[in-house]
């Protein structure tokens, strides 16, 4: 794909597979006295995982895993704001800020962040205007109800037509209508957000056919629960199982892997992509 995105000051070469570091904002460190070192915890974690070969820092204020609560706009923004605002201005890094809400939106594009992924797709109130508003790109990611009830009793009758035709075409269409144009969107089928270990298995075996909405794909499998139900493995043991689901992704297509281990997530990535290309220079280092 000659996908080309623009990301604030940053152009991302989606012509090979990029990864995206996964940067945990721990809420406790962030609103009390603990700001500081955590901050700067923050930044050597994002500093290593760029030099590991990360093209994205992903930051995210909100928890998004099942059973999570919603957090305040005022909250997620103190949790977030510092840290968009250090990575920006320390290491000048693309930063994609994880967020469903309005007010993180317009505030991510002010602090120079490159990129909003929103696991909610643009469907709260006043997100698709704030997102159109901040000029930057959007993930737009498909899931199934919200952390509190989403793993409850999942169903689909056709989980891949139904995340793809019906729901992510669904949304590009309302984003187009709202005026972000489509070459601002990526989509992303949304790993473990309303959706069974059968169902996210499914996704990712027939995820080619995202490729229908021509756009870039983003994928998150990283250390999730459809690695540890397969496998039997707790939380820090599932590296071996999610390169091998990044492999399948890249594979099938998937133009930005959102990951915690990015150092084994790049030789997966250039192994997978010396394949596809039949050798060549590994694009990733
Ligand atoms: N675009 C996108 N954003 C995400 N944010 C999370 S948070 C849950 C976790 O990392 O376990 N997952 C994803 C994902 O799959 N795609």
């Known amino acids: 794909n000659a996908f080309q995105l623009r990301c604030g000051r940053h152009l991302l070469d989606l012509s090979f ?88 939106m317009r505030e991510a594009g002010e602090l120079g962040a490159g990129m909003i992924n929103d696991v909610r797709a643009l469907e709260r109130e006043g997100a698709l205007l704030a997102a159109a508003g901040s000029g930057l790109p959007v993930c737009l990611m498909h899931r199934q109800g919200e952390p509190q009830n989403m793993q409850q009793a999942p169903s689909y009758q056709q989980p891949v037509e139904e995340v793809v035709a019906d729901y992510l075409a669904r949304r590009v269409a309302a984003c187009e209508a709202a005026g972000l144009r489509r070459n601002r969107l990526l989509i992303d089928p949304g790993f473990g957000f309303g959706k069974s270990v059968e169902h996210n298995l499914r996704l990712l075996k027939y995820m080619q056919s995202l490729q229908t909405l021509a756009l870039p794909l983003l994928v998150g499998m990283s250390r999730k629960s459809m690695i540890g139900k397969v496998l039997g493995r707790p939380v820090e043991e599932r590296l071996p199982g999610g390169l091998a689901l ?26 997978t992509w010396a394949v596809l290309q039949e050798g060549g220079e590994p694009p990733l280092h």
């Open 17 to 104: 597979p990029r990864v995206m570091g996964v940067l945990n904002v721990t809420p406790d460190s962030f609103s009390d006295g603990g700001q500081h070192v955590a901050l700067d915890d923050a930044l050597r974690h994002a500093e290593r995982m760029l030099a590991e070969g990360a093209a994205i820092i992903d930051v995210g204020g909100e928890s998004t895993r099942p059973g999570a609560l919603p957090v305040s706009p005022q909250e997620e923004l103190d949790r977030v704001a510092p840290v968009v605002e250090a990575l920006v201005r320390e290491l000048d890094a693309l930063v994609s800020v994880d967020t469903s809400c309005p007010a993180v």
């Open 246 to 271: 990044t492999a399948m992704a890249v594979e099938r297509g998937a133009n930005i892997l959102r990951v915690h281990d990015v150092a084994a997530t790049v030789d997966a990535v250039n192994m």
